[in-house]
């Protein structure tokens, strides 16, 4: 793991870790199961012609997971608690200290969803305006009432600082995001925030996080003279307080965005607002000595892989 700087690898992860705190809610969904030191990264994209082609010595191809039990979202008046989260994604590190990202075919990030509390009733109801207080009116049962909250992407992640990755309180990345609210009676295309006007998350080290090293074989096994090498960061909260929320669109055709907005304190000024990830781990695997791999390092990393898989 030598060719592009330990510290600049290191710096991408813990970057990353903060992709997965902010990207939080959708539905798991079941995942190859690999062996040993494989087992974080098993929707590593290995086999996507971006990684396929990195050579080891100009561009190393990488896998990242970052996973977190749970945390916390608020906007406006409202706080969601979320479950568990699992982001994982394949890094491009290039000599001149550039990256890129590679997503798996199914996305980067799946989670448990989360549930607003109070549903729809305790979001817009009681009302005395005949509108808002007909849809009240119909929630007859729990189906009506439940409302998820999705978080979406919104556009390209940006700003990244990689020397933000080993400090605390310094932004990361900028990351351009839109919250789904999903009912019944609300419809398909309610969102805080839209690709036009995102929310933008700028997450930072709240708590810095624990490093260890482990090598281990091209399958996984644990062994101290393995091709492959996985750094591990452990322990790590992070946050970010400083974002406005836009108010709410598309929510009952339209209608109802401006009650969704009451009820919600909506737009929500920067200060109002706060993301927060709970002891977070996160994992960072490429072959140890990528340069002895050249030209086909990342061939030899998709090998690997699919060795591991049980």
Request: charged letters at 15%; proline letters at 7%.
């Amino acid at each position: 793991m030598r060719s592009v700087s330990t510290r600049k690898r290191v710096g991408t992860l813990a970057a990353l870790t903060a992709f997965g705190a902010l990207f939080s809610t959708g539905t798991a969904t079941a995942a190859t199961q690999l062996n040993g030191h494989w087992a974080p990264f098993d929707r590593c994209p290995v086999d996507a012609p971006a990684m396929l082609a990195a050579d080891g010595v100009e561009t190393v191809a990488t896998c990242i997971a970052s996973s977190s039990a749970g945390g916390s979202i608020k906007l406006g008046n409202t706080e969601v608690v979320t479950g568990s989260t699992d982001l994982q994604l394949g890094v491009l590190q290039r000599s001149d200290g550039t990256t890129s990202l590679v997503a798996p075919a199914e996305g980067a990030l799946v989670a448990d969803s989360a549930t607003v509390p109070g549903g729809l009733l305790g979001l817009m109801c009681p009302s005395n305006i005949p509108v808002v207080s007909a849809v009240c009116a119909s929630i007859t049962n729990a189906d009506l009432n439940r409302i998820t909250a999705t978080i979406e992407p919104a556009g390209a992640p940006r700003d990244f600082n990689m020397g933000a990755a080993f400090t605390t309180d310094v932004p990361i990345l900028t990351l351009p995001v839109r919250v789904h609210l999903k009912n019944p009676l609300l419809g398909d295309k309610c969102y805080l925030g839209t690709t036009a006007d995102p929310i933008l998350l700028k997450p930072k080290n709240v708590t810095a996080p624990s490093l260890s090293l482990q090598q281990f074989a091209g399958d996984g096994t644990p062994d101290d003279s393995g091709e492959m090498g996985r750094y591990t960061f452990a322990g790590a909260d992070q946050a970010d307080t400083a974002f406005a929320v836009p108010g709410a669109s598309g929510c009952g055709a339209g209608l109802l965005n401006w009650a969704v907005n009451l009820k919600t304190g909506l737009p929500s000024a920067s200060g109002n607002n706060n993301v927060v990830l709970n002891d977070a781990s996160t994992y960072f695997a490429s072959p140890y000595a990528p340069a002895s791999l050249a030209p086909d390092e990342g061939k030899a990393l998709s090998r690997f892989w699919h060795s591991a898989v049980r």
